[in-house]
């Protein structure tokens, strides 16, 4: 009843407060502040509350204690309200830490909006034992944590630091089309859409259209959504992720391994040598060390040869891709035979055994899409392999795709055949043939599969701000 009659007033003598966000308090130090966030955690302790307030630029530690501490505001506050807190920043006594070094002595503030207690509560509709699929629609409130929110900042350097690093390189950024009517990764992952009357689809991949950006602007690379109708549950696909793609001209599929080693590395040193980002990483990924170069390269053909020598065996399967199953019901496994996909599972155990990054190349020709270079040598007549590369992340596995382009125009025609594409919506992806072609290649980055591996996060659904999984497009 009392704390109902106390009514807070700014004291007019006192120097105006300086309207500032948390992340740039350093120069304030010992003057008058004014800085509006959310309760990001709560605690009253005799008398005195202590809030850690956020802004998304960091966190405060700020101390309300005699009468602004004594109002209903200050006795009903609850977690995620919404405040403005002016007092005077000083630094946290000898012996305590907070964030930034300092804390906010708070003279005079007010409830900008408050958040509901009781069943509605943040924490009681948010916790850690909380269901994954409660999670998933909640995604929205589980954003503001600090966890999440970190891997987002970290995102965030990460595109930058992609940027940087390629332009540093000569290759110009461009921004391809999400509504295509053409595929690159196969048909049985397109999402397929009505567009005026005609079919279309959401595109796979950029590559086509970086490809035909070579003889206007030279290399290039994109950051764009891929979409693919995968119906696959793992911890490393998404319906909709963030592609990086580069595509290079003149060049031979040694300089294009050299290119995404240097790429990659370059990337996570510009993210080490910024403070702020490199706390970041320190924060979640506390073990990490930058990989060491030159990245380990290992042929398909003896990646074969190692699974089965370290008795790394895949499900059998009959010629309709069926899984046979032994006497006892369980999948029968079986050795790797050359031709074969390397599976997920493998691939991950492969990984996990060597531990560091490695180029995984030379794939055959069957296992991969219709505009991929032939290698110069092959297995016989049995097999045809190509200039492929895919690069290989311990704990997360591929998180690099690339290759090098047929270049001629022939070449290209029967491979459309072969994949039985017809070639009409391709007139201008053919075009690249016909009007001075050039050695070329390039390559896809899933961005939250390398966020995964330099934050150290199970799944990449933690990695993208609103993740796409099959049957899931909410929040
Ligand atoms: O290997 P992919 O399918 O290659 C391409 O799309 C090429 N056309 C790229 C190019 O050469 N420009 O995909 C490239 C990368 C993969 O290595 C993986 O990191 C990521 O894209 N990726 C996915 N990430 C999340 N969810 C999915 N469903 C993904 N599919 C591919």
Request: hydrophobic share 35%; net charge negative; charged share 25%.
């Amino acid at each position: 009843e009392e704390s109902k009659r106390i009514v807070l007033t700014e004291d007019e003598s006192l120097a105006k407060a300086k309207k500032a966000k948390i992340g740039h308090l350093g120069s304030l130090r010992g003057q008058r502040v004014s800085v509006s966030g959310w309760v990001h955690r709560l605690r009253n302790q005799k008398d005195i509350i202590f809030i850690v307030l956020r802004d998304g630029t960091g966190y405060l530690q700020s101390v309300l204690s005699g009468k602004v501490a004594q109002t209903y505001a200050a006795l009903t506050l609850t977690l995620e309200s919404t405040v403005q807190l002016h007092g005077t920043l000083q630094a946290v006594p000898e012996g305590k830490t907070a964030p930034g070094g300092h804390e906010l002595v708070v003279d005079y503030w007010k409830v900008l909006g408050g958040a509901p207690g009781g069943d509605e509560a943040f924490t009681n509709r948010l916790n850690e034992k909380s269901d994954p699929s409660i999670l998933a629609d909640l995604r929205h409130l589980v954003l503001r944590g600090e966890i999440a929110s970190a891997v987002l900042k970290l995102r965030a350097a990460l595109l930058s630091s992609f940027r940087d690093t390629l332009v540093s390189h000569d290759l110009l950024e461009v921004t391809p089309p999400c509504l295509v009517q053409t595929q690159v990764e196969g048909g049985a992952t397109l999402f397929k859409l009505d567009y005026y009357g005609q079919p279309a689809y959401l595109t796979q991949s950029s590559q086509l259209y970086l490809e035909t950006c070579l003889p206007s602007l030279g290399d290039v690379f994109c950051v764009q959504e891929s979409f693919r109708a995968e119906n696959s549950h793992t911890r490393r696909h998404l319906s909709e992720y963030t592609h990086l793609e580069a595509e290079l001209a003149f060049i031979t599929f040694d300089d294009l391994l050299t290119h995404i080693e240097a790429i990659i590395c370059e990337t996570v040193d510009r993210l080490l040598a910024n403070p702020t980002t490199a706390a970041l990483i320190k924060q979640l990924n506390p073990n990490f060390t930058a990989p060491a170069r030159p990245f380990l390269r290992m042929s398909y053909v003896d990646a074969i040869k190692w699974l089965n020598e370290h008795g790394i065996q895949h499900e059998a399967e009959d010629a309709d891709g069926n899984v046979i199953l032994d006497e006892q019901g369980k999948p029968k496994m079986v050795d790797h035979a050359v031709g074969d996909d390397i599976a997920e599972a493998a691939e991950r155990r492969m990984t996990d055994i060597l531990g560091v990054p490695m180029f995984l190349y030379g794939f055959p020709a069957e296992l991969k899409s219709f505009y991929m270079k032939r290698m110069p040598y092959g297995d016989g007549d049995v097999h045809l392999f190509t200039e492929s590369c895919d690069l290989l992340m311990p704990g997360v596995g591929e998180i690099v795709g690339g290759s090098m382009r047929m270049t001629d125009q022939d070449e290209l025609s029967a491979a459309y055949k072969k994949e039985g594409i017809d070639p009409t919506p391709y007139y201008w992806f053919t075009d690249q043939r016909k009007y001075g072609t050039c050695e070329h290649g390039g390559y896809g980055l899933g961005v939250e599969r390398f966020l995964a591996w330099l934050a150290n996060r199970y799944t990449v659904r933690e990695c993208s701000l609103y993740p796409r999984w099959p049957s899931r497009a909410t929040p």
